[in-house]
C-alpha cells in the first residue's frame, strides 16, 4: 500500500469513489476528475495523484486494501431491498411464527405485497398471532437467516457511482415508466433507417398507444450517433416479436437497453437491481447482463447510462409539464 496514503483517515463514500475510479481507469483516473463536483474533488483529487505515483505493486495493494476495508465494514444483505416476492418465495414453507417475525423486519409498504404471496391459510394464522411476543433469540435467529438467504453488497460503493445512486431512490412505478420510456425510444431509434413497410409490420404488433407515440417520434426525424443506431437494431433484430405479447413488449425492450448499462463482472450493481424487481422482471434482467460480454466497452457503457440519465430527465419534464396544465 502507498506509503503517503492511510485508508483509515478516508471517509468510506470518498474510499469507494477513489477505488472505483483507480479500478476501472487506472491511470486514466486523474482524466476523470473533471466530472467530479468540487466538493468531491477537493477530498480525493490528491490521493489519487499520490496513489498513482506509486509503483503498479503499491497502487493494487491500495486498491485491495481499500476493498477489504469497504467489504468488511459496509456490506449490507439484499433482504432489505428486496422486492417482498423474493421473500415469500424464499420463506412460503416456514411456520407462521416464523413468517410473523419476517414481517416485523419489512418496510411497512412492502408487508401489503408480502402477505398476498402467502396462501389464505397462512394468512389467517399471522393474524391471530398479531398480538404474540415472540422472545429476543427467536428475532436475532429469524433475522440472520433472512439476512443469509440473501447475496450481501456495498450500498456505499453503490452510491458512489452517480448512475446507479440515482436509479436507487426508484420505486417499481417509476422503474416502469422508465422502462416503457426506453422500449419506445429503442424502437425509434432502429426504425430511423428502416422501410416504412418493414416498420408497419411490426407495429401492428404492438399496442395502439405505443405505434401511434413511435410514428409521432419518426417524423422528428432525429439524427442519432451511429453507434445507438447499430446497437439498437441490433437489439430489435435478436427479438421474437411472434413470442412477445403486445401488452409487454416495451418493457421486455427496455430491459434490454436497461441492461447493457451493466457489466456482468460487477456482481454487486446487478444482483441490487435484480433483487429490485418482481422475480420474473429480475430474472429477465439478469439474462440480458448475463449474455453480454466478459469485457465490456468502458465508453459503450459511459453511453448508455447517459442516454438513460437522459431518458430519466425527460420523464420527469414531462412530469412537470402535466402538473403546470
Known sequence: MSAHVDINNIKERDLACIVLMLSRLGKRAEEALSH??????????????????????????FIKSSMGKLQSENQISLFYHAHPTWVSEAFKEESSLVLAQIISLLPKEKVGMFLKDLSKEKRKKLRRLQ????????????KKRCEAAFPSFNMELL?????????????????????????LSELTIAFSRVNRSAIRAILNRLQIEDAMEIKKRLKE????????????????????FDKLKAETMMQEIGFGVFSRAFSKDRVDEANYFMYRFPPQQGYMLKRYINSQESNPDEKKLHQIQSRILLAIKSLDNKKVKQANT
Do not use: C, Y
Not at 468540487?38 to 509503483?55: A, T, Y
Not at 398480538?131 to 429469524?142: D, G, K, L, S, W
Open 36 to 61: 467530479l463536483s468540487d466538493s468531491r474533488l477537493n477530498k480525493i483529487s490528491s490521493i489519487i495523484s499520490d496513489v498513482l505515483s506509486q509503483p503498479s505493486s503499491a497502487q493494487q495493494d
Open 131 to 142: 398480538n404474540t411476543r415472540i422472545a429476543a433469540p427467536m428475532r436475532e435467529f429469524v
Open 159 to 183: 452510491k458512489s457511482q452517480t448512475f446507479f445512486n440515482t436509479l436507487a431512490e426508484f420505486n417499481l412505478r417509476k422503474f416502469d415508466a422508465l422502462l416503457q420510456e426506453l422500449g
Open 221 to 240: 426525424e432525429t439524427k442519432w450517433d451511429p453507434q445507438i443506431l447499430k446497437e439498437a437494431q441490433l437489439h430489435i433484430l435478436t427479438l421474437d
